[in-house]
């Protein structure tokens, strides 16, 4: 399975993001979702969407991004608005697998400007 990040870039403080993931390699349906790492700081969990279409969001986070998911083109997205400063990172798509904790895509730069 491969996983195939893009959307990120620079954007202000204030402006909106949209992430995409599209997972290769295999048509099985899991929950698929977002990590993000700040420099120097650990990997934190942004975002999660099960097949059937729940969605867990980080609390903080959760008044501005929202997660979605095409089934068809076996696709999350993740919608970002009122972006800050602190959310500079790069953004990792997750996809669970059946053994240890999930397989990570190669992640996208996001970074917002003050």
């Known amino acids: 399975v491969q996983l195939q990040a893009s959307g990120g870039g620079l954007v202000q403080a204030g402006g909106s993001l949209r992430l995409s993931c599209t997972a290769s390699g295999s048509n099985r349906l899991v929950p698929m979702g977002w990590y993000r790492q700040a420099p120097g700081k650990q990997r934190e969990l942004v975002a999660v969407i099960a097949p059937d279409g729940s969605t867990n969001i980080v609390n903080s986070l959760s008044g501005r991004f929202t997660i979605s998911g095409d089934d068809a083109k076996n696709t999350v997205y993740l919608q970002m608005h009122a972006l800050k400063p602190e959310d500079t990172a790069v953004y990792y798509c997750?996809?669970?697998?059946?053994?240890?904790?999930?397989?990570w895509g190669q992640g996208t730069q996001v970074t917002v400007s003050s």
């Open positions: 997750w996809r669970y697998m059946d053994y240890g904790p999930g397989f």
